[in-house]
C-alpha cells in the first residue's frame, strides 16, 4: 500500500462528525465546506429564544456552562440558581401549607 494511504490516513476514511453523510467527497480543509458545514449546524440548530426549543437550549447551555465553571464564578452561577428558583420553590410550599390548613380547618 504506498505511504499516506494507509488506514490512518483522514483522506481514506472520508470526513467525519455530524455531517459525515452529507460532506461525502468534498474537502474538509475547503473554506466552502466548512461553511456549509456551518450552515447545515445553522439549520440543525436555530438559535431563536423566541421557540421553547430555542429556551430549552439556553438553559441547557447555561447548565453545561455551570458545570465547566470553577471556584467564585460556580458560586455566582448558585446565586443566580438560588435567585431564580428560590422564590418560586418558597411560593409553592407556601401554597402547599395553606391548602392543608384550608382542608383542615374545613
Do not use: C, Y
Not at 449546524?41 to 430549552?56: F, Q, R, Y
Not at 456552562?65 to 467564585?72: D, Q
Request: charged letters at 25%; glycine letters at 12%.
Amino acid at each position: 500500500m504506498p505511504p499516506g494511504h494507509g488506514a490512518d490516513d483522514p483522506e481514506a476514511r472520508g470526513p467525519q462528525g455530524r455531517f459525515a453523510d452529507d460532506l461525502v467527497g468534498l474537502d474538509p480543509q475547503d473554506p466552502e465546506v466548512r461553511r456549509f458545514a456551518e450552515h447545515l449546524d445553522k439549520i440543525e440548530h436555530p438559535n431563536s429564544p423566541a421557540t421553547v426549543e430555542g429556551m430549552l437550549r439556553g438553559v441547557g447551555d447555561f447548565a453545561d456552562g455551570a458545570n465547566r465553571a470553577g471556584g467564585h464564578r460556580r458560586l455566582v452561577v448558585a446565586l443566580i440558581v438560588l435567585l431564580v428558583v428560590g422564590p418560586s420553590a418558597l411560593m409553592l410550599v407556601w401554597t402547599a401549607l395553606r391548602l392543608v390548613a384550608e382542608a383542615l380547618a374545613g
